[in-house]
Every structure is written in structure tokens, then in C-alpha cells.
């Protein structure tokens, strides 16, 4: 079973910061990584899917990158509305699991 | 655009079933286009995956709780739904339904508001 391990647990940043949050997979997951937004109260709403590419409205701030069993999403300049918790997720492999998430907070 | 909506009681009892619904529009559960699916998110923690089925009526569900879990769908009422059976605290959870596109595989595109259900003893 595929472990996703989301680093680091909490974030603390500053609007217009640059923030970069980590998923590694216990084992290759190739590129079937996606990334979601969940504020409280709301359900998750996918940012990224295959490892970089951008759900539909997503603004150009939110990037993905990586392969394999690292990746990273990254947030350009943090706006007030990005302060949330971010939850990566593998489809690559049977059961297909969800990280812990990250908690970005304002600094 | 596709919305779900979930219903079903907010309370159940231990070592009941806990059934739910999730209502769908814009789109239709017998198109084949989507893999239909149920996902929990514990109080305070993180989210957990519990199955799918698709329009041809094939399942599939996380191995933690196969033994418990039918998913089944109303081509009629354009609606799929969870039983769970003999629910403890543990399943204390809030309960989204979710669509992933067959062209996206297992990402969950659209989702539901979500529906907390509390096991009680």
C-alpha cells in the first residue's frame, strides 16, 4: 500500500510569500498526482491533477511539479483566500490514498 | 458542469448501516463518463476513500472496508448510494459523494458540500 507523506504539517506565511508544500510516495506513483484546497466547512476543490496540470479556474499562481515519489506544489505569491489546507492524492496504485495535509496559515 | 448533493440521517446508531445518497445534475451517473465515488474525512482529520462504481454497475472499494461497503446506483433517479454496515465511532465521519472523469481517472473533479454523520452509542 502507497503511503503519501505531506510535509511540512503546517506552514506559516505572509501574503505575496511564495509557498512550496512537499508529497512524497512511499513508492514511484509516476506522475498520477493531484493536489486539493479544502477551507473549513467546504469540500476539497482540485487544484492540480497528473502531477502539473491545472484543474479548470485554477489561477496561474498554483503550480505542480515532480514524478516518481517527490513532488511539490507551489503557490507563486499567497493571496488572503489560499490560506487553507492542501491534501495530495495518488491514483497510480490500489488503494488509492490521500495525504495528511498541510495547514498553510498566516503568519 | 456537474453537482452532487448528498442526503441522508446525520445519526446512526452503532452496528447499524449508515445509508446515504448523493444526487446528481449536469450530468448523468449511466453516461459512462465518470467514476462515481464516496470519500470520508474524520473530524479533524485527513480524507479517506471509501469506493466507486461506474455506470456499467463495476465497484470498487478501499480493502479497509470492503467487507462493509455497497455502493449502488438509480439510473432513474440519477442518483448513486453508500451503505455501510455495522458502523462504530469510527465511522464517525463527514461523508462526501464525488465525480472523477473517466478522461482524469481517479482525480476527483466535482464534489459535493458534504454531509456529517455521527455514530452514536
Known amino acids: 500500500e502507497i503511503v503519501l507523506t505531506q510535509s511540512p504539517a503546517t506552514l506559516s506565511l505572509s501574503p505575496g510569500e511564495r509557498a512550496t508544500l512537499s508529497c512524497r510516495a512511499s513508492q514511484s506513483i509516476r506522475n498520477y498526482l493531484a493536489w486539493y484546497q479544502q477551507k473549513p466547512g467546504q469540500a476539497p476543490r482540485l487544484l492540480i491533477y497528473d502531477a502539473s496540470n491545472r484543474a479548470t479556474g485554477i489561477p496561474a499562481r498554483f503550480s505542480g511539479s515532480g514524478s516518481g515519489t517527490d513532488f511539490t506544489l507551489t503557490i507563486s505569491s499567497l493571496e488572503p483566500e489560499d490560506f487553507a489546507v492542501y491534501s495530495c492524492h495518488q491514483r497510480s496504485d490500489w488503494p488509492y490514498a490521500f495525504g495528511q495535509g498541510t495547514k498553510l496559515e498566516i503568519k | ?121
Open chain 2, 1 to 121: 458542469q456537474v453537482q452532487l448533493q448528498e442526503s441522508g440521517p446525520g445519526l446512526v446508531k452503532a452496528s447499524e448501516t449508515l445509508s446515504l445518497t448523493c444526487t446528481v445534475s449536469g450530468g448523468s451517473v449511466s453516461s459512462g463518463s465518470c467514476y462515481w465515488s464516496w470519500i470520508r474525512q474524520p473530524p479533524g482529520q485527513g480524507l479517506e476513500w471509501i469506493g466507486y462504481i461506474y455506470s456499467s454497475g463495476s465497484t470498487n472499494y478501499n480493502p479497509s472496508l470492503k467487507s462493509r461497503v455497497t455502493i449502488s446506483v438509480d439510473t432513474s433517479k440519477n442518483q448513486f448510494s453508500l451503505k455501510l454496515s455495522s458502523v462504530t465511532a469510527a465511522d464517525t465521519a463527514v461523508y462526501y459523494c464525488a465525480s472523477a472523469p473517466i478522461t482524469m481517472g481517479l482525480t476527483f473533479e466535482y464534489w459535493g458540500q458534504g454531509t456529517p454523520v455521527t455514530v452514536s452509542s
